[in-house]
T-cell receptor, first 115, second 111 residues
Framework: EAGVVQSPRYKIIEKKQPVAFWCNPISGHNTLYWYLQNLGQGPELLIR????????DSQLPKDRFSAERLKGVDSTLKIQPAELGDSAVYLC?????????????FGPGTRLTVL | GQQLNQNPQSMFIQEGEDVSMNCTSS?????WLWYKQDPGEGPVLLIA?????ELTSNGRLTAQFGITRKDSFLNISASIPSDVGIYFC???????????FGGGTRLMVKP
């Protein structure tokens, strides 16, 4: 079974430029998550989708960040405009409810550097 | 911000030694999880704990869910070089759809 796919793996941009990250979850996983991971810290949830609906986006800075999950499969996370403090790893994860725990499977992440 | 306090932040040990790390929270969680993250990769689940007091093993790994539901520890016995990485604890909410991660413990193993 293929894992969570993310692209690009690395992105370097200048501040004030837009940037987009793409995620393809594991087939059959209806829940998709975007996390932000700053250097030396654990992942922090930005947004969670149940199918195509964003059900938890309370931690998403909506002035510059947006996300979409058209058709409930792939998802795109966008930043416009990027700021220096946005430099981090952006992780995508997916899960399918089985029993009492939804194991989240993580992609390799996109490392963003804003200059 | 993050609510889980993970200790130690880093460890440098000799191959063959045992390792212990812990995680404490100001909040109660119903499920505790331990992940490992290798450089350039996403976290991978090692052990999941569902019940207060539960002790679970996975090979050389042993983890316990504290009785108060506010803490957990992870032990690695007889460490090997491939144990190198960052270990994260995470607490899961009641609905089973949200994880709160600790700050991580960076483990380095000297052959």
């Amino acid at each position: 079974e293929a894992g969570v796919v993310q692209s690009p793996r690395y992105k370097i941009i200048e501040k004030k430029q837009p940037v987009a990250f793409w995620c393809n979850p594991i087939s059959g996983h209806n829940t998709l998550y975007w996390y932000l991971q700053n250097l030396g810290q654990g992942p922090e949830l930005l947004i969670r989708y149940e199918n195509e609906e964003a059900v938890d986006d309370s931690q998403l800075p909506k002035d510059r960040f947006s996300a979409e999950r058209l058709k409930g499969v792939d998802s795109t996370l966008k930043i416009q405009p990027a700021e220096l403090g946005d430099s981090a790893v952006y992780l995508c994860a997916s899960s399918r409810r089985t029993g009492i725990y939804n194991e989240q499977f993580f992609g390799p992440g996109t490392r963003l550097t804003v200059l | 911000g993050q609510q889980l306090n993970q200790n130690p932040q880093s460890m440098f040990i000799q191959e063959g030694e045992d390792v212990s790390m812990n995680c404490t929270s100001s909040s109660i969680f119903n499920t505790w999880l331990w992940y490992k993250q290798d450089p350039g990769e996403g976290p991978v689940l090692l052990i999941a704990l569902y019940k207060a007091g539960e002790l679970t093993s996975n090979g050389r790994l042993t983890a316990q869910f504290g009785i108060t539901r506010k803490d957990s520890f992870l032990n690695i016995s007889a460490s090997i070089p491939s144990d190198v990485g960052i270990y994260f604890c995470a607490g899961q909410n009641n609905a089973g759809n949200m994880l709160t991660f600790g700050g991580g413990t960076r483990l380095m193993v000297k052959p």
